[in-house]
């Protein structure tokens, strides 16, 4: 079965700083895009960051300079490195991915979510 499976989230101060890591697992022939999604309470999920299979990267532009997207191709595994965080980074975070499997291309993979909550 393949699956996204996340960790890293927690609780921190504002101006303190989390790394998320999402590795998939399962047969998995190849993955494209990667990225981070997050939910707020009452609030529709939104793109953080992605980054292609050649490394390209985009951001919100609410966490340019202060997130930082990477992945190891080699690991099937995709980090979000988080500084400078504030109360309003407070959300769910979701690992995404584009893999191909024995079901073919899909970009609807999806993590269980981990809790990032940082206090003012």
């Known amino acids: 079965q393949v699956q996204l499976v996340e960790s890293g989230g927690g609780w921190v101060q504002a101006g303190g700083s989390l790394r998320l890591s999402c590795a998939a697992s399962?047969?998995?022939?190849?993955?494209?895009?990667m990225g981070w999604y997050r939910q707020a309470p009452g609030k529709q999920r939104e793109l953080v960051a992605a980054?292609?299979?050649?490394?390209?990267?985009n951001y919100a532009d609410s966490v340019k300079g202060r997130f930082t997207i990477s992945r190891d191709n080699a690991k099937n595994t995709v980090y979000l490195q988080m500084n400078s965080l504030k109360p309003e980074d407070t959300a769910v975070y979701y690992c995404?991915?584009?893999?191909?499997?024995?079901?073919?291309?899909?970009?609807?993979?999806w993590g269980q979510g981990t809790q990032v909550a940082v206090s003012s």
């Open positions: 995404n991915a584009e893999m191909r499997t024995s079901q073919g291309w899909s970009d609807d993979y």
């Open positions: 980054i292609t299979s050649g490394g390209s990267t």
């Open positions: 399962g047969i998995i022939f190849s993955i494209r895009g």
